[in-house]
């Protein structure tokens, strides 16, 4: 099968091309080969086929490949990026990745995906949600036969078919109006012509990592009240409007900033969630708030990149407008009444602080206007722990009918002197700050942030924080109290991989990160916390540039203080890309024919499915799957949380801009990459603490 789509999508036809011109095209799921690696391959790579995938310490297998098609006619876009998967019925497992893209920021040979085409017609490039259907039983199946995949797909689409923008308008044909290109007047800012789309009306900024929320998640009432799928765009885009950094990013400030996105997953529809913030994000992700009537979301990125900024965490109250006054669900439109009872109309940003004369026991000089935590992250000699609270600046999200942009709200306002809470200083930093992720246990509310400028992990426990909210006597905190704890320094000699004789790269070994000769955490980007019955692991995936590939890896941590099980150890699952890489010294891409140049790759979060694929004992009936019902709410964390590692499944993604020719760039598809499953099995245990069980 030989065929073009790109934005021909837009008026609901195909062009097709002369075949002569065209790639071969796959059904989704059809890819055999992995862009994953264990290390130098000793046979040569072929086009289309594996490199080494001796694994030390798990198994990867492809799901979904970029440039693959589904029977809409419809590509997969890359870079894959965000991922999850939940059950859309009993029988059907559907798995959303987002694809991180920049359409005409991006890069050849594609530089726009094509047009994703919302209900009403108006039309984006940029980044996609895609879903793909997978049959269930064969799905939990799949890592143990040698099936491909493409016999399980039911079925591919998009996560969403309306969306609204920052105003609290639908955009429409009639209404083209996107944040990041108007100014709170609503008048659009023109992009210049090299950066100006080819087709669509707009684009979807730079989608990164995403979080699947599902309703009820921490108890009956205690977290979000809908099924949500929370994204956000995530660069500040001012070159687009000027062609110069430093007037560009002026321009750019004047704008409603980027869309922090709430998707109401049962409606398909995307809300622009403005009290979330404008700044745009790597990833926005709830936190268990153990009180019914609030919502905690922590906030990782980029703060428009103004620097310096502190970690974040947006605190919202439940069945609230804007003003804080109670809503009416009887006369609220459904914009209103969807974020409203999921706390993100009424709530503020807050930032963490230390108090002011606690700075000089971390070796740092209390000044909000400097980098402190990255100074902080490189002192071997500083202790690993520190308490704090987060505090909100004076801004606050005034309400639909006061749109302001995104200069004037808090972006701004970290680093000034009349901005530090009494008696506390902001503990600043470098605002690049990539993925967290929350402890998953519904019984404590803790997570912890990778530091991906310097390298190296921080954690956070907020303790008993259903009684600091408790205490807020029906508004919201004046602050958070949290203990702050070093997992993993930004220094050499503070991460060592175990690789199980695999991990063998040009120059050495995967142990260390040979470009940078650092056994350390080298722009960790990628973080995902799973708890198991034997014990409690993060999984990162750098995104460091790496030549030699980069690196996915486990780091099993104490249940006590989130820090690591085996001092300075973790555990190497497997690499991706780099020019001396066996597959792209060969000229070689997985999808086949889709090699584009030998360059780094970057494994990009992961995401647990046991309680999706694992079956209960039926009694005298055999087994049979956990119903949606049973995995409702605690549900799913409950099954998992009884689990050992060893019986554990996941998916993954990774990107590969080194692999997006041929038929990636023929069907618009920006830039290459995989969708996967994976285990692990570690060799040593964590070090053997009770998990809590429910």
Not at 98 to 118: F, H, I, L, R
Request: aromatic share 10%; net charge negative; charged share 20%.
């Amino acid at each position: 099968m030989k065929r073009k789509l790109f934005s021909a999508i837009l008026t609901g036809t195909m062009l097709v091309a002369p075949a002569s011109t065209l790639a071969e095209t796959k059904r989704i799921g059809e890819t055999r080969a992995l862009i994953p690696e264990a290390g130098l391959a000793l046979n040569p790579v072929l086009d289309g086929g594996n490199g080494n995938v001796d694994f030390p310490f798990g198994n990867f297998k492809a799901l979904a490949t970029v440039g693959e098609v589904g029977d809409n006619g419809l590509a997969l876009t890359g870079y894959p990026d965000g991922q999850a998967a939940y059950l859309l019925d009993n029988d059907t497992i559907r798995v959303v990745y987002q694809s991180e893209s920049y359409a005409t920021m991006g890069k050849a040979p594609v530089p726009e995906t094509y047009n994703w085409e919302m209900k009403n017609g108006v039309t984006f490039s940029g980044s996609h949600i895609h879903t793909i259907d997978y049959d269930r039983a064969k799905f939990a199946k799949f890592m143990k036969n040698g099936s491909s995949a493409e016999g399980m797909v039911k079925d591919s689409g998009k996560l969403f078919n309306t969306i609204y923008n920052v105003f609290g308008d639908e955009v429409t044909k009639e209404n083209l109006v996107w944040g990041n290109q108007a100014l709170p007047s609503q008048r659009v800012v023109p992009f210049l012509d090299k950066y100006k789309l080819s087709e669509a009306d707009f684009f979807l900024q730079s989608f990164c990592g995403a979080w699947y929320e599902q309703a009820n998640k921490y108890g009956n009432g205690i977290g979000l009240e809908d099924d949500v799928w929370l994204t956000a765009e995530e660069w500040e885009i001012g070159r687009m409007f000027t062609g110069s950094k430093k007037t560009g990013r002026t321009e750019s400030d004047k704008t409603m900033g980027l869309a922090s996105i709430a998707v109401d997953v049962k409606n398909e529809v995307a809300y622009t969630a403005p009290a979330l913030g404008q700044t745009g994000y790597e990833k926005l992700m709830p936190i268990n708030p153990q009180h019914k009537d609030y919502v905690v979301i922590v906030g990782a990125g980029y703060n428009h990149n103004q620097e310096p900024a502190p970690l974040k965490v947006y605190v919202g109250m439940k069945d609230r407008l804007p003003d804080g006054s109670e809503i009416d669900y009887s006369t609220a439109n459904e914009r209103d009444a969807f974020l409203g009872r999921n706390g993100m109309l009424y709530g503020r940003i807050y930032g963490f602080a230390m108090p002011t004369k606690s700075y000089a026991s971390l070796g740092l000089e209390a000044n909000p206007a400097a980098k402190m935590m990255d100074e902080y992250l490189q002192n071997a000699d500083a202790p690993n722990s520190f308490e704090g609270r987060f505090y909100p600046t004076s801004y606050q999200w005034g309400g639909w009918d006061n749109p302001v942009s995104v200069n004037n709200t808090e972006m701004m306002l970290w680093e000034q002197a009349g901005e530090q809470p009494e008696g506390y200083t902001f503990f600043n930093g470098d605002s690049k700050a990539e993925h967290p992720a929350v402890d998953p246990d519904i019984n404590r509310t803790r997570y912890v942030q990778n530091m991906t400028n310097k390298g190296g992990i921080l954690g956070f426990d907020f303790g008993f924080i259903g009684a600091t909210l408790d205490a807020a006597d029906g508004d919201l905190p004046e602050f958070l109290p949290a203990t702050g704890i070093r997992v993993v320094p930004a220094i050499d000699g503070a991460l060592t991989l175990k690789t199980g004789g695999e991990g063998v790269v040009k120059d050495g070994s995967a142990a260390i990160h040979v470009e940078k000769n650092k056994a350390a955490m080298v722009s960790p980007d990628g973080l995902y916390w799973t708890k198991h019955a034997d014990g409690s692991y993060l999984i990162v995936d750098e995104d460091s540039g790496n030549d030699f590939g980069e690196r996915k890896y486990v780091l099993p941590i104490k249940e006590s203080d989130m820090t690591l099980s085996e001092p300075n150890t973790g555990y190497l699952l497997g690499l991706a890309g780099g020019k001396h890489s066996s597959r792209y010294e060969a000229g070689a891409s997985a999808l086949g024919g889709a090699f584009s140049k030998a360059t780094t790759s970057e494994f990009s979060g992961s995401w647990n499915v046991t309680a999706l694929t694992t079956k209960k004992s039926n009694g005298l009936f055999g087994s049979k799957f956990y119903s949606m019902d049973e995995l409702a709410g605690t549900g799913e964390q409950e099954i998992i949380q009884g689990i050992d590692t060893d019986d554990q499944l996941f998916i993954g993604v990774v990107q590969a801009r080194g692999e997006s020719g041929g038929a990636v760039a023929e069907e618009g598809g920006d830039a290459g990459g995989q969708v996967f499953q994976f285990t692990f099995n570690l060799p040593e245990k964590s070090e053997g603490e009770n998990i809590a069980q429910f």
